[in-house]
Nanobody, 126 residues
Framework: QVQLVESGGGSVQAGGSLRLSCAAS????????MGWFRQVPGKEREGVAS??????FYADSVKGRFTISQDNAKNTVYLQMNSLKPEDTAMYYC?????????????????????WGQGTQVTVSS
């Protein structure tokens, strides 16, 4: 059974940093696309970053500020978030899906993912 467990969310002032973690297990795929998404109540889910081996894609709104990475030994994917802005406030989710979506910007599209974590809240105050 696939399990994705996010952690690392919290409250921070604008300009601060947070690192989100996603511990993953039980992949049904031999190669996996990992993504981070965020959602604010009443708004559409937004793809933030995706990763498969050396391929990464980022939403324009976070380029230069967020970095997605992984530790294969720990089966964990990270999202380092720097220079946080109030508009980054959202529930953040990690997701897993077939690797080939991460070879293009399709990795930022939620419907391409099959498995989702429960989310971790990030709140940025001004």
């Amino acid at each position: 059974q696939v399990q994705l467990v996010e952690s690392g969310g919290g409250s921070v002032q604008a300009g601060g940093s947070l690192r989100l973690s996603c511990a993953a297990s039980g992949y049904p795929y031999s190669r996996v696309c990992m993504g981070w998404f965020r959602q604010v109540p009443g708004k559409e889910r937004e793809g933030v970053a995706s990763l498969y081996t050396g391929n990464t894609f980022y939403a324009d709104s976070v380029k230069g500020r967020f970095t997605i990475s992984q530790d294969n030994a720990k089966n964990t994917v990270y999202l380092q978030m720097n220079s946080l802005k109030p508009e980054d406030t959202a529930m953040y989710y990690c997701a897993a899906g077939p690797f080939y979506f991460c070879l293009t910007e399709l990795g930022l599209k939620g419907p391409n993912y099959n498995y989702w974590g429960q989310g971790t809240q990030v709140t940025v105050s001004s």
